[in-house]
């Protein structure tokens, strides 16, 4: 057995000398690449030109991070704060002491069921704590503990972990994998009246349709947020028209080379650079958004009012037209980007 421990020792000591080894290499070749380099190179190589427009995404991305993280605390403290009144409970949580709480939360991590009364899955499960967490640690109350490292609260943490062993063990978190759109669902999306450029919600549908296909837009605040001068047209040395986004977001868009630009198809009845110049002559000339509300009465040229299409619609849209168009399988947006590129324009050949 010390024979054993011995060689395991030298084997440590060795992965250790050679990981001080090769982090000695990286920055000796650092080192080297900056000697050949001016200093006042070597700032312009390590700072990057940022516009106004790259840090007023970033901070609107952020912002739509906290909104994300505050709804999930709000939802976390709506399930402790209901608990509480479902076992006839009333406790002030601005002045429970911690021996309290910690009762409490052991309590409250071993019944926490959702709506179904079912077991949460161990992603929520996690998410409920941590929102939990944050309500305690930040204002308005400010109460200076943490509910998953602080001792007081080692029993009531015990249980959170069993549970989480209770939950594995029964299978319950299984992971929801979104499918790919099959070939006859997206010809048949493709040929139906939800895809009708000749009408204001048809036309609306297959724009938002071919973005999410070449473009790999994430999210529906980040559709939300195009606008009508999101994109750049132009031609390649074949004269093909062809358009990309003004600014590339490393957040919101793929950066897969076939998804960088949308090329038109002549001749093609599918064409996405036709649907989208349609589409764009449509809109109001002061438009806020590129995704607008259609109007109810055609009473001039312009399809569309000044209203955007919000969030949560634009979220949900690939399952009402999957609805509309009776597919084998409701999808969601984000089946979107499981599916081989190719296979989403499959379609535009029948």
């Known amino acids: 057995m010390e024979l054993t421990a011995n060689n395991m020792s030298a084997e440590q000591r060795a992965a250790h000398e050679n990981e001080f080894d090769i982090k000695e290499i990286i920055l000796k070749e650092e080192e080297e690449e900056d ?22 995404e970033l901070e609107d991305t952020r912002s739509e ?34 021996p309290e709480l910690n009762g409490l939360l052991r309590r409250f991590y071993g019944s926490v069921r959702n709506s179904k009364g079912e077991l949460y899955g161990i992603a929520s499960y996690i998410a409920l704590r941590a929102g939990l967490n944050r309500y305690f640690k930040e204002p308005p109350l400010g109460r200076p503990m943490c ?81 009508k001068d999101s994109f750049i047209f132009g031609k390649d040395e074949r004269g093909r028209r062809y358009c990309t986004f003004c600014t590339f977001e490393d957040d919101t868009i793929f950066n897969y080379k076939d998804r960088s630009a949308m090329f038109e198809k002549p001749g093609s009845k599918f064409c996405p650079i036709v649907s989208l110049s349609k589409y764009l002559s449509m809109l109001p000339p002061n438009a806020t958004a590129l995704y607008l509300q259609p109007k109810k009465q055609l009473t001039d040229e312009r399809w ?16 009402r037209m999957c609805k509309e ?6 999808y969601t947006n984000h089946c979107i980007r499981n599916t081989p590129f190719h296979q989403l324009c499959d379609a535009e050949q029948v």
């Open 35 to 56: 000697c050949d380099l001016k200093p006042l190179e070597i700032w312009k190589f390590r700072h990057a030109l940022v516009s106004d427009l790259d840090l007023d």
């Open 147 to 227: 509910l998953m490292r602080d001792a007081e609260f080692s029993s009531a943490n015990k249980v959170f972990l069993g549970v989480l062993r209770r939950i594995r063990r029964s299978g319950a978190d299984v992971t929801t994998h979104y499918p790919p759109l099959s070939p006859d669902d997206v010809c048949i999306l493709r040929h139906s009246h939800v895809m009708d450029t000749g009408t204001p919600m048809g036309l609306l549908n297959k724009v938002w349709f071919d973005v999410q296909v070449h473009f790999g837009r994430r999210g529906k605040q980040a559709n939300r947020n195009l606008k």
């Open 304 to 319: 569309y009012t000044h209203h955007p299409l919000g969030a949560n619609y634009l979220g949900s849209m690939l399952s």
């Open 65 to 98: 991070i906290s909104q994300v993280t505050n709804r999930q605390t709000t939802w976390a403290v709506n399930c402790f704060t209901g608990w509480l009144e479902s076992q006839g409970l009333q406790v002030d949580l601005r002045t429970v002491d911690r």
């Open 325 to 330: 168009a009776k597919t084998s399988v409701i």
